[in-house]
């Protein structure tokens, strides 16, 4: 084969060069092969370059010209990053080495000295057009490769938010518009200020983080979740736990804790609930104490929660929810993204309609080239493996947020490709080559249900590709029933022809462990383990509504000078004080007793008792109190009702309670207090009184405003 039938299509070849001699010499000796324009000139030179860029696959350039030398032509296809994409020969009869070591420098790939050869000239133009077409179909090669994958992470993306967004009746939209608002606030952010220090990978990674902000609803109540009317404080407070299972869940991962996304992942779900003025929850965060990226998705959130209709209100206008925030009508937030929100309002409603899978990789492809420019230092092979290796993050973090076997199997080589996580779930190397040969891999699954899941892949055909089935994989010494979910493979020539395929194996067994585990979120305190106020309620309900004749007693307390430790020594430190506290409950009350974290620094204890109540609660108090934590002290308030004084109603025994803790804590704190007739404010109807959560009003408002 000749060589120029390598080069797919006639190629384009530019001489800039002021001697209309050498440039008839050189269209001679090229033109039969090549397409040939001329200029006359460095400025003509580079005006060519403008018009036909795309078109030119060479530059034969001279070094000595009038207007502009060749120098400068080498500066402006520096500038305007062309030289990266078009070869450059520098011919000249100037052979000192200070000019052809200047040429070099600037991004030439060879050099022909005057008088011309023939043949040499010719065969490096083959050769340097030959090398830059391989290099170019590498790099579409690799950027194809890049494309799909991040294809496949926003497929992850989507379906992870279809999930979390299925069992409160939303379609996924939600989650994917909060992605696009965080990117595009991000971006105007960075415009105006470096206070963040944050880059273009930051904004890819917090922006893909924040497809998981609400994944911790998948451990609340349906009755809750999808309550068409105002929650009551229990329900809020239920709800509110979503934050926190969220972070707990990523948290629990066994691996990745260091790798970014997992980083940004946890502050989103944590703190997306926290204000500026510090008003929100979980921790009461206020200002730069929340991450930028919790900032940022927060209000990304209120916007689209505005704009959406849910179940308990229609949706608003882009006009009228921007106009909401500005206003503070929907809790308050860092001005300068307000700022933000205000300078990207007319290009949001645009955006959003944009939204679609193939629209974001476009933007991310157009993130990662601008990236690179910015690191003109990196040679091809670095960025290649840069991008393949944040690309492979992304997706290995996803499929351990799934804890399923996920595996890829083609058949030319014959290959297995198994995920980090399922890897170390079936002790197998991560890439198993042949492994109808391999006896590992053979022996986890018995040949007839092998054979038949291969049996029906093969089957299959590329309209209808997918394929389910239950087996059993000996895992550990032992068999456990597996759902094998494959997809299929096919090419694109015809007849269509199987090449493998994707899926995963799903341990029935574990999915309803993690089921039992949800449940088990759902009723207990993220941070402490102890039963959430919610559910302890309907434990105490049930107890005296089952044994109403009982002798009950309620007692609520909180830590002394909470606030003071988390001013002093930070959040991380104020939450081991609060499991500190929680321990020592679970180590001073019997084994019917009840107690629960109601909210912040309050808890609750319930218990039955048969005589002497009063050296009950003195000998539970006495194991709460005193001591300390590090350097903190511990001191507690706490406040008692007795079923015997004020009845067995629950809400009143709650109400009664909370009124002696008042009492103690404005006497002295650092002791506990029965409830006595005259704690009741005047004119009050103990029986006639409602519920508290240990949380202000604003909580609730604050919901309400989320869900205007």
Same mark, same amino acid.
């Given at each position: 084969?000749?060589?120029?039938?390598?080069?797919?299509?006639?190629?384009?070849?530019?001489?800039?060069?002021?001697?209309?001699?050498?440039?008839?010499?050189?269209?001679? *000796?090229?033109?039969?092969?090549?397409? &040939?324009? /001329?200029?006359? +000139? #460095?400025?003509? =030179?580079?005006?060519?370059?403008?018009? @036909?860029?795309?078109?030119?696959?060479?530059?034969?350039?001279?070094?000595?010209?009038?207007?502009?030398?060749?120098?400068?032509?080498?500066?402006?296809?520096?500038?305007?990053?062309?030289?990266?994409?078009?070869?450059?020969?520098?011919?000249?009869?100037?052979?000192?080495?200070?000019?052809?070591?200047?040429?070099?420098?600037?991004?030439?790939?060879?050099?022909?000295?005057?008088?011309?050869?023939?043949?040499?000239?010719?065969?490096?133009?083959?050769?340097?057009?030959?090398?830059?077409?391989?290099?170019?179909?590498?790099?579409?090669?690799?950027?194809?490769?890049?494309?799909?994958?991040?294809?496949?992470?926003?497929? *992850?993306?989507?379906?992870?938010?279809? &999930?979390? /967004?299925?069992? +409160? #009746?939303?379609? =996924?939209?939600?989650?994917?518009?909060? @992605?696009?608002?965080?990117?595009?606030?991000?971006?105007?952010?960075?415009?105006?200020?470096?206070?963040?220090?944050?880059?273009?990978?930051?904004?890819?990674?917090?922006?893909?983080?924040?497809?998981?902000?609400?994944?911790?609803?998948?451990?609340?109540?349906?009755?809750?979740?999808?309550?068409?009317?105002?929650?009551?404080?229990?329900?809020?407070?239920?709800?509110?736990?979503?934050?926190?299972?969220?972070?707990?869940?990523?948290?629990?991962?066994?691996?990745?804790?260091?790798?970014?996304?997992?980083?940004?992942?946890?502050?989103?779900?944590?703190?997306?609930?926290?204000?500026?003025?510090?008003?929100?929850?979980?921790?009461?965060?206020?200002?730069?104490? &929340?991450?930028?990226?919790?900032?940022?998705?927060?209000?990304?959130?209120?916007?689209?929660?505005?704009?959406?209709?849910?179940?308990?209100?229609?949706?608003?206008?882009?006009?009228?929810?921007?106009?909401?925030?500005?206003?503070?009508?929907?809790?308050?937030?860092?001005?300068?993204?307000?700022?933000?929100?205000?300078?990207?309002?007319?290009?949001?409603?645009?955006?959003?309609?944009?939204?679609?899978?193939?629209?974001?990789?476009?933007?991310?492809?157009?993130?990662?080239?601008?990236?690179?420019?910015?690191?003109?230092?990196?040679?091809?092979s670095e960025r290649t493996l840069e991008l393949l290796e944040h690309e492979r993050m992304?997706?290995?973090?996803?499929?351990?947020?799934?804890?399923?076997?996920?595996?890829?199997?083609?058949?030319?080589?014959?290959?297995?490709?198994?995920?980090?996580?399922?890897?170390?779930?079936?002790?197998?190397?991560?890439?198993?080559?042949?492994?109808?040969?391999?006896?590992?891999?053979?022996?986890?699954?018995?040949?007839?249900?092998?054979?038949?899941?291969?049996?029906?892949?093969?089957?299959?055909?590329?309209?209808?590709?997918?394929?389910?089935?239950?087996?059993?994989?000996?895992?550990?010494?032992?068999?456990?029933?597996?759902?094998?979910?494959?997809?299929?493979?096919?090419?694109?020539?015809?007849?269509?022809?199987?090449?493998?395929?994707?899926?995963?194996?799903?341990?029935?067994?574990?999915?309803?462990?993690?089921?039992?585990?949800?449940?088990?979120?759902?009723?207990?305190?993220?941070?402490?383990?102890?039963?959430?106020?919610?559910?302890?309620?309907?434990?105490?309900?049930?107890?005296?509504?089952?044994?109403?004749?009982?002798?009950?007693?309620?007692?609520?307390?909180?830590?002394?000078?909470?606030?003071?430790?988390?001013?002093?020594?930070?959040?991380?430190?104020?939450?081991?004080?609060?499991?500190?506290?929680?321990?020592?409950?679970?180590?001073s009350i019997r084994g019917g007793d009840i107690a629960a974290r109601v909210g912040g620094?309050?808890?609750?204890?319930?218990?039955?008792?048969?005589?002497?109540?009063?050296?009950?609660?003195?000998?539970?108090?006495?194991?709460?109190?005193?001591?300390?934590?590090?350097?903190?002290?511990?001191?507690?308030?706490?406040?008692?009702?007795?079923?015997?004084?004020?009845?067995?109603?629950?809400?009143?025994?709650?109400?009664?309670?909370?009124?002696?803790?008042?009492?103690?804590?404005?006497?002295?704190?650092?002791?506990?207090?029965?409830?006595?007739?005259?704690?009741?404010?005047?004119?009050?109807?103990?029986?006639?009184?409602?519920?508290?959560?240990?949380?202000?009003?604003?909580?609730?408002?604050?919901?309400?405003?989320?869900?205007?």
């Amino acid at each position: 084969m000749d060589t120029l039938e390598r080069i797919a299509d006639r190629q384009t070849i530019l001489i800039v060069d002021d001697s209309e001699m050498n440039r008839a010499i050189l269209a001679d *000796m090229l033109g039969n092969e090549f397409d &040939i324009i /001329e200029a006359e +000139n #460095g400025k003509e =030179g580079v005006a060519m370059l403008q018009k @036909h860029g795309p078109e030119v696959s060479l530059v034969l350039l001279d070094i000595v010209m009038p207007e502009m030398d060749g120098f400068g032509v080498l500066n402006m296809m520096n500038k305007y990053h062309w030289i990266e994409d078009i070869p450059v020969i520098m011919i000249s009869a100037e052979r000192g080495s200070s000019h052809i070591e200047r040429a070099f420098e600037l991004g030439i790939t060879d050099f022909i000295s005057r008088p011309f050869d023939a043949l040499i000239v010719h065969r490096r133009v083959v050769n340097t057009i030959l090398l830059y077409a391989k290099q170019k179909k590498l790099t579409a090669m690799v950027a194809e490769q890049i494309f799909e994958k991040e294809h496949r992470s926003s497929l *992850m993306i989507d379906i992870l938010s279809h &999930i979390v /967004e299925f069992r +409160n #009746g939303e379609s =996924g939209m939600h989650v994917r518009h909060v @992605h696009t608002l965080t990117e595009t606030l991000l971006k105007v952010l960075v415009q105006k200020t470096d206070r963040y220090h944050l880059s273009q990978t930051d904004i890819s990674v917090i922006g893909t983080a924040s497809a998981l902000h609400d994944i911790g609803k998948i451990a609340i109540p349906e009755e809750v979740l999808n309550k068409p009317g105002r929650l009551t404080n229990e329900e809020f407070a239920i709800m509110k736990t979503h934050s926190m299972v969220g972070a707990d869940m990523l948290e629990a991962l066994p691996f990745y804790q260091n790798e970014p996304l997992v980083k940004a992942a946890y502050q989103i779900c944590r703190w997306h609930h926290e204000r500026w003025d510090g008003r929100g929850y979980p921790d009461g965060l206020k200002g730069d104490e &929340i991450p930028i990226s919790a900032q940022i998705v927060a209000l990304a959130d209120v916007y689209d929660a505005l704009t959406s209709q849910r179940v308990y209100k229609p949706a608003y206008t882009h006009e009228q929810a921007v106009s909401m925030i500005l206003n503070g009508e929907c809790g308050t937030f860092n001005p300068l993204i307000m700022e933000c929100l205000r300078d990207s309002a007319d290009d949001i409603p645009a955006g959003l309609s944009d939204d679609s899978i193939e629209s974001r990789n476009r933007r991310e492809m157009q993130n990662v080239a601008r990236e690179l420019h910015k690191h003109e230092e990196l040679t091809a092979s670095e960025r290649t493996l840069e991008l393949l290796e944040h690309e492979r993050m992304k997706y290995s973090f996803f499929a351990s947020l799934t804890q399923e076997i996920q595996f890829e199997y083609t058949v030319t080589p014959p290959s297995l490709v198994l995920s980090t996580w399922g890897s170390e779930k079936l002790g197998l190397p991560e890439i198993v080559m042949d492994p109808y040969q391999d006896e590992a891999a053979q022996a986890i699954i018995a040949p007839e249900d092998r054979d038949s899941i291969a049996g029906a892949l093969r089957s299959t055909t590329p309209g209808n590709p997918v394929v389910q089935s239950d087996c059993k994989l000996f895992l550990d010494g032992e068999e456990k029933w597996h759902r094998i979910i494959a997809r299929a493979s096919w090419s694109s020539e015809e007849p269509p022809r199987y090449t493998g395929c994707i899926g995963k194996a799903l341990d029935i067994h574990s999915s309803r462990l993690q089921l039992e585990h949800l449940e088990q979120q759902a009723s207990h305190d993220g941070l402490t383990g102890l039963l959430n106020h919610a559910y302890a309620k309907k434990r105490i309900m049930e107890r005296l509504e089952d044994r109403p004749s009982g002798r009950y007693a309620l007692a609520i307390l909180d830590l002394d000078y909470f606030k003071s430790a988390n001013d002093t020594y930070g959040h991380m430190f104020g939450d081991q004080v609060l499991k500190f506290i929680a321990d020592r409950m679970r180590h001073s009350i019997r084994g019917g007793d009840i107690a629960a974290r109601v909210g912040g620094d309050e808890f609750l204890i319930f218990l039955e008792y048969k005589t002497d109540l009063e050296s009950t609660i003195d000998g539970v108090y006495k194991r709460l109190a005193g001591g300390s934590y590090e350097d903190f002290k511990i001191s507690v308030s706490m406040g008692v009702a007795s079923a015997e004084t004020v009845g067995v109603d629950y809400d009143t025994l709650f109400r009664c309670a909370d009124q002696a803790l008042y009492v103690v804590k404005n006497s002295g704190k650092g002791h506990y207090s029965y409830y006595e007739k005259e704690h009741a404010p005047v004119g009050e109807d103990i029986s006639a009184v409602s519920p508290i959560d240990g949380e202000d009003e604003a909580g609730q408002a604050q919901h309400e405003e989320e869900s205007k």
